[in-house]
């Protein structure tokens, strides 16, 4: 959704239905790739995290997981060679950001700060393939890039909470970990708080309307509110892992907003 919205920024108006299909259909791609290929060197940590997916239960072979994530990296970064140099380089990026985050010569996730940083900034580099298959790194592009990288400061640290048992175990350093339950909540609070101020003071600079505005706002007070629901049960695994869903819905909002404060 966000590297469509991009593309519909982008275009200005010329709407290329090829390139714009294609470039978003390679941005789920390579996610989901990436998304799997965490999983599958992720099964130890999930299994005391009682996850329920294919990995752990069972459903699939790591053969089968490692030639599935094969084919769809495949894809993502043939589709994106078909459009334009530049989408090209920006999924290589993406590419081997996934590879070095989570393989277990490397395994960035284990390493404290980088986890979020890493995942934040692979979700930035998707956003940002929409306005490079259109050839258009514009002000709003680059503003919507950065929303949705930030966002994911809010994401990230929210499932380290609900899997510290697990993560704790194999020794990850991740922000719960390192910092503790409170200081991270506070750290994830901060997030709607910048995006709200940030939009304030864009206002006039990037020409937002005011329904961007108003709606960018509103999904951030929601955000917030579902961050202060939690915070006397941060030990609660349950309750964490049961409002992801709606954070990922806020995270679409947050997404439509950018589109709506600049069209």
């Given at each position: 959704i966000a590297t469509l919205i991009t593309v519909i920024l982008g275009s200005e108006g010329?709407?290329?239905?090829?390139?714009?299909?294609g470039i978003v259909t390679a941005s789920y791609w390579l996610g989901l790739a990436a998304y799997v290929y965490n999983d599958l060197t992720d099964f130890e940590v999930d299994k005391i995290n009682k996850?329920?997916?294919p990995s752990v239960t069972g459903k699939v072979t790591k053969n089968q997981l490692i030639i599935t994530v094969c084919l769809m990296f495949t894809i993502g970064l043939c589709l994106t060679a078909s459009i334009n140099f530049y989408t090209f380089g920006v999924s290589i990026i993406f590419t081997a950001l996934a590879i070095?985050?989570?393989?277990?010569?490397?395994?960035?996730?284990?390493?404290f700060a980088l986890k979020t940083v890493i995942t934040a900034t692979g979700a930035g580099l998707l956003s940002l393939l929409g306005g490079?298959?259109?050839?258009?790194l514009s002000l709003p592009i680059l503003y919507s890039a950065f929303a949705?990288?930030?966002f994911y400061f809010i994401l990230s640290p929210l499932g380290d909470i609900a899997d510290i048992k697990g993560d704790r175990a194999v020794g990850r350093r991740t922000f719960p970990i390192v910092v503790g339950m409170k200081p991270t909540l506070m750290i994830v609070l901060s997030v709607p708080i910048m995006i709200i101020i940030l939009t304030w003071i864009s206002y006039d600079v990037l020409h937002i309307n005011i329904l961007g505005v108003f709606t960018s706002i509103t999904t951030c007070v929601a955000i917030i509110?579902?961050?202060?629901k939690i915070s006397n049960r941060l030990h609660d695994v349950d309750s964490i892992k049961a409002i992801r869903p709606s954070m990922r819905y806020l995270n679409v909002l947050m997404q439509i907003s950018m589109l709506l404060a600049f069209l």
């Amino acid at each position: 959704i966000a590297t469509l919205i991009t593309v519909i920024l982008g275009s200005e108006g010329n709407f290329n239905p090829y390139v714009s299909i294609g470039i978003v259909t390679a941005s789920y791609w390579l996610g989901l790739a990436a998304y799997v290929y965490n999983d599958l060197t992720d099964f130890e940590v999930d299994k005391i995290n009682k996850t329920n997916r294919p990995s752990v239960t069972g459903k699939v072979t790591k053969n089968q997981l490692i030639i599935t994530v094969c084919l769809m990296f495949t894809i993502g970064l043939c589709l994106t060679a078909s459009i334009n140099f530049y989408t090209f380089g920006v999924s290589i990026i993406f590419t081997a950001l996934a590879i070095f985050y989570s393989h277990p010569k490397f395994k960035l996730k284990d390493k404290f700060a980088l986890k979020t940083v890493i995942t934040a900034t692979g979700a930035g580099l998707l956003s940002l393939l929409g306005g490079m298959a259109m050839l258009n790194l514009s002000l709003p592009i680059l503003y919507s890039a950065f929303a949705f990288f930030i966002f994911y400061f809010i994401l990230s640290p929210l499932g380290d909470i609900a899997d510290i048992k697990g993560d704790r175990a194999v020794g990850r350093r991740t922000f719960p970990i390192v910092v503790g339950m409170k200081p991270t909540l506070m750290i994830v609070l901060s997030v709607p708080i910048m995006i709200i101020i940030l939009t304030w003071i864009s206002y006039d600079v990037l020409h937002i309307n005011i329904l961007g505005v108003f709606t960018s706002i509103t999904t951030c007070v929601a955000i917030i509110a579902v961050i202060l629901k939690i915070s006397n049960r941060l030990h609660d695994v349950d309750s964490i892992k049961a409002i992801r869903p709606s954070m990922r819905y806020l995270n679409v909002l947050m997404q439509i907003s950018m589109l709506l404060a600049f069209l």
